[in-house]
């Protein structure tokens, strides 16, 4: 299995951006779905998830902002941001969320989101 997360960049804060994440040997639309992210220091953190009846969850620093979807022709779940902030600087990963809240795989590279101020 490979989760592949991309789309990240240097954006000012205000600006938006869309994360992307492909799976290959894994069917995203059996699965629960969800982007992480760890900012420098920082533990990583579940910011949205997206179960696979569409059930959705955002911590509460990016509701409002932040949007999960599912494309599931394609494969790809997706991360669209708007209203960027500085302290959502962070390294960004996806993962397919287990029974019980764990993550199914290994952690990717993950796309870094830099937003400027």
């Known amino acids: 299995v490979q989760l592949q997360a991309s789309g990240g960049g240097l954006v000012q804060a205000g600006g938006s951006l869309r994360l992307s994440c492909a799976a290959s040997?894994?069917?995203?639309?059996?699965?629960?779905v969800g982007w992480y992210r760890q900012a420098p220091g920082k533990q990583r953190e579940l910011v949205a998830s997206?179960?696979?009846?569409?059930?959705?969850h955002y911590v509460d620093s990016v509701t409002g902002r932040f949007t999960i979807s599912r494309d599931n022709a394609k494969n790809t779940v997706y991360l669209q941001m708007n209203s960027l902030k500085p302290e959502d600087t962070a390294v960004y990963y996806c993962?397919?969320?287990?029974?019980?809240?764990?993550?199914?795989?290994?952690w990717g590279q993950g796309t870094l989101v830099t937003v400027s101020r």
């Open positions: 993962n397919v969320i287990s029974q019980g809240g764990m993550v199914r795989f290994l």
């Open positions: 040997g894994i069917r995203f639309r059996f699965n629960d």
């Open positions: 997206i179960s696979t009846t569409g059930l959705i």
